[in-house]
């Protein structure tokens, strides 16, 4: 028996409400939410294709690793740990300004995430522009 859930749209920053239709812990169809008072029914292209990206066959939902000339898939403890190291290594060798975090997401998430990593590796932090 599927169930409908008020959510929002976390693609971009005006975050339209939408109606998700949820079955058995699975998305089953987001629609724009036509009674909330701000968004009014709006939901953009992209948060409806939310689901098209979920469901598309081609998307990864677990790390994998490059061993060889294949990908083998590894646990997320495991992706974490690699890329810290790496991140680590590579500050080590040419120092806080060598890498910068980079977000296609909403400026209120860049902002949040941008904070978390310049604290989490100590990188030099990056002004946001608007």
Known sequence: MSELKHTFCRVCEPSCALIAEVSDGGLISLKPDREHPMTKGFACHKGLAT??????????????????????????????????????????????????????????????RSRALVRLFRFTPIPMCT
């Open 51 to 112: 689901l098209d990206l979920h469901k598309d066959p081609d998307r990864l939902n677990y790390p994998q690793k490059k061993v060889g000339e294949a990908f083998e898939r590894i646990s997320w403890d495991e992706a974490g740990r690699d890329i810290a190291a790496r991140l680590a290594d590579i500050k080590a060798r040419y120092g806080n300004d060598a890498v910068a975090p980079v977000s296609a997401l909403s400026i209120r998430e860049k902002t949040s």
